[in-house]
């Protein structure tokens, strides 16, 4: 595989073999000297034709400290918003030289058009493209899980573990890409939403769905292992998705009660930028179980391990046959 | 250009008469002169029509020809040079130009536009409201009377939504046996759409363009239409449910036509995976079970016609990303292909039933009196050669429309239009252009 656009894109040994790589990743980040020089020579562009800081810092993060260098291009203020169309972006990025194109894009399938319009030849990561999806946010939202519910993480999946993405799924890609990457890693999946936030076509989704956050948070799906609580627009209300952001928050919001209905293990996710008091409440987002501020963490970690296996050494993301150490660790760089 | 008086008469031989047995036409000063075996004419062109099929010249009630303003994405000319090779010998250019087609002005620049281009019959649409706003009504009857003798009227693109508007419109036109179009597709349930709102709209994570906007409105206007006794023709009805709704309405013997693109009999919005805007198109391409319901309808008689919807666009309006892309797709010179690989060879029409839906039908339904007639003698020889056997790769690059934006490059197709009459004049020979018909067209029924 050449680009990383959608969760689909894995199979489960793809899969995991990320999550692995990222666990080394991970290792060599808790080293006092971060860098390595896998990509040193490399071009990675960051392309964001939308403001997102924390996913823009975190892959920069993550190309630095494989030694790329980076260039951070973004909409705002440049050629993009005097009326350059993407394809002339892409001619330009692709004079330049650009090993690999990271894109955030308000329209969806953006990134897909890059990596297969012939603009570009590099590869292409999608980190976020409208309101289809967002297959680093599955992949570190997985290894968080991994972390958490899993022992001897090396090697493994989800299989069995029960999760719960509560919210907005119509508008989410990080709904999109957790339901695929999840399902292929044999995690089940409840989808919590009120109808209105889940696109008509669900039901031929692999999860299932429910209605009612608290029948489901009491184990009407079975125990949770995890809750993921997806960001809400509050302008959501203005065009009737919703009442009001109170009846909202009432019904579909995590708070201590709610919390309270887990069991002991279950982690509580959330992909950020949070609203707090809309979707999560404070003493949810701040518990002891909460994931949320790790999730940051381990965002560099595997956004490392997805731009090494695209770039450095095989063009193939992770051949499904050898352990993932052996394919991953080609130019002995990791110890 | 053949100018000479051989040029005037010409003799198809053995040539399958809507696919019958193999017959001679004799076609002189612009009609059919003699129909029958073993012919012959002195001095008359001959062509030799072993193994093709003649049709009566093909008719669109909806093709967007783009001139007036937007020269850059197709003119009248290239519109109809690609509708010649398509074997159409009438085309119906929608009134969404710049500006809109909604004066007496505007239809009769159209129409003296393709009157001077000279390869098929060029019968300008007149806008239903002022700037296709939806807000009062244009000028129908001044367009109805004006030189282009306007009898279709549509807001193309856009849907009369409003209820009041839509009534008045459908009962106006009754003065002048006018019809209206509507491009049925209400507007609150589609802001933003993108593509069919379903399984696929759900994994790709683009703005569903759901069937029940177009049923909805459909449902709407043949209830209307029955209340008032008028006259409705819907635009590329693309659901499975409005072919209910329109055979519904016709079992209550409400006057409504419906028409179906070629597109929307085979491709669906699994096409839309790959994010090529080249699929993008309005209403969206939809479901399996959609495109067999609608020939099924197209076969059965609930759906009258088949119109291309030919709406060229340039290169960068759909080298981009999807969002960014325009809706539509050109068809003129795909369009018998299309209803060939779909309709004729899978049994559900013979070529009679074609040149029924492609022909006669669009040409009664626009009241265009000298175009799809009958096969016999003494009709205008508005005639299409089609060759069954050929087959052939779609490549956009070697059309005549400007537009580059065809759903079917690459695939290949059956049936190839070989000659084209228009008026008995050849726009077509050989499967190229050969010239446009010289002088100006014969008088109009209006």
């Known amino acids: 595989m050449r680009h990383l656009l959608s969760a689909a894109d894995l199979d489960r040994a793809q899969a995991v073999t990320v999550l692995d790589v990222a666990e080394q990743m991970a290792a060599t980040q808790r080293r006092e000297i971060k860098k390595l020089p896998t990509l040193r020579g490399r071009t990675v562009v960051n392309l964001f034709f939308e403001d997102s800081t924390r996913t823009r810092i975190s892959f920069e993060a993550a190309a630095k400290r494989l030694s790329a260098d980076v260039i951070n291009f973004s909409a705002k203020g440049s050629s993009v918003s005097k009326g350059e169309s993407l394809k002339d972006t892409a001619l330009t990025l692709e004079a330049m030289g650009a090993d690999a194109v990271v894109v955030r894009h308000p329209a969806s399938g953006a990134p897909h058009r890059l990596a297969h319009a012939g603009w570009t030849r590099g590869a292409v990561v999608n980190a976020g493209d409208g309101t289809h999806e967002h297959p680093t946010q599955a992949l570190l939202d997985a290894f968080t899980m991994r972390r958490h519910l899993v022992e001897n993480a090396t090697g493994a999946d989800l299989a069995g573990r029960r999760v719960a993405l509560v919210g907005d799924v119509l508008h989410s890609r990080v709904a999109r890409s957790n339901v695929l990457l999840l399902n292929t890693l044999g995690a089940h999946v409840v989808l919590v939403a009120p109808p209105t936030l889940l696109p008509v076509g669900v039901e031929g989704w692999p999860c299932e769905v429910s209605y009612d956050l608290d029948a489901t948070l009491a184990g009407g799906h079975g125990d949770l292992d995890a809750v993921m609580m997806l960001r809400v627009q509050a302008e959501r209300m203005n065009a009737s998705y919703f009442p009001s952001v109170r009846e909202y928050s009432r019904r579909y919001g995590l708070d201590a009660r709610r919390v309270g209905l887990l069991p002991e293990h279950t982690v509580v996710m959330h992909p950020g930028p949070m609203n707090r008091g809309l979707e999560i409440s404070a003493d949810a987002a701040d518990s002891p179980r909460s994931t949320i501020v790790e999730q940051v963490t381990n965002g560099v970690a595997v956004r490392m391990a997805v731009l090494y296996l695209l770039l450095a050494g095989a063009r193939d993301l992770a051949p499904a046959g050898p352990p993932a150490d052996e394919v991953a660790l080609t130019e002995g760089v990791l110890p | ?446």
């Open chain 2, 1 to 446: 250009m053949t100018t000479t008086t051989a040029g005037t008469t010409w003799l198809v031989r053995r040539s399958r008469v809507l696919g019958g047995q193999p017959t001679d036409v004799l076609v002189e000063n612009g009609v059919v002169a003699e129909i029958g075996p073993g012919l012959s004419a002195a001095g008359a062109s001959v062509l030799d029509a072993d193994g093709l099929v003649l049709l009566p010249g093909l008719v669109d009630l909806h093709t967007h020809l783009r001139e007036p303003g937007r020269e850059d994405a197709e003119t009248v000319e290239t519109g109809s040079q690609a509708a010649a090779r398509g074997g159409f010998t009438a085309v119906h250019a929608m009134a969404n130009t710049d500006p809109v087609a909604d004066t007496a002005g505007v239809v009769e620049q159209v129409w003296r536009l393709g009157r001077r281009s000279g390869w098929v019959d060029v019968r300008p649409v007149g806008a239903v409201t002022v700037g296709l706003a939806g807000e009062r009504l244009a000028e129908l009857g001044a367009m109805a009377d004006s030189a282009a003798g306007v009898r279709v009227f549509s807001d193309d693109g856009k849907c009369v939504s409003d209820a009041v508007l839509m009534r008045r419109a459908l009962e106006y036109v009754k003065a002048f046996d006018g019809v209206v179009a509507q491009h049925a597709q209400e507007p609150r349930l589609t802001d933003g759409a993108q593509m069919h709102e379903g399984a696929v709209s759900a994994v790709l994570g683009l703005r569903g363009w759901p069937a029940v906007a177009e049923e909805a409105i459909i449902a709407r206007d043949v209830l209307l239409a029955g209340h008032v006794g008028s006259r409705l023709h819907v635009c590329h009805l693309s659901t499975a449910g409005s072919v209910e709704i329109v055979r519904w309405a016709k079992g209550r013997g409400i006057d409504v036509t419906a028409e179906v693109t070629p597109h929307h009999l085979l491709l669906t919005d699994e096409e839309v995976r790959s994010y090529d805007p080249v699929f993008k198109v309005n209403p969206p391409l939809r479901t399996a079970e959609d495109v067999m319901a609608l020939r099924e309808a197209l076969a059965d008689g609930t759906i009258d016609i088949v119109a291309t919807d030919h709406a060229p666009h340039p290169v960068e309006d759909k080298d981009c990303e999807w969002a960014a892309a325009a809706m539509g797709m050109t068809g003129l010179e795909t369009a018998l292909s299309v209803v060939q690989h779909t309709m004729v060879e899978t049994g559900l029409l013979d070529w009679a039933g074609v040149a029924q839906r492609m022909s006669a039908a669009p040409a009664r339904i626009g009241r265009l009196a000298d175009q799809g007639r009958p096969l016999v003698v003494g009709e205008p020889a508005h005639l299409t050669l089609v060759d069954p056997a050929a087959r052939w790769t779609v490549e956009p690059h070697t059309m005549a429309t400007m537009g580059r934006n065809s759903p079917f490059r690459g695939r290949e197709l059956p049936g190839q239009v070989v000659a084209t009459f228009y008026a008995g004049h050849p726009t077509v020979l050989d499967g190229k252009l050969a010239g446009p018909r010289p002088g100006t067209t014969p008088g109009r029924d209006a």
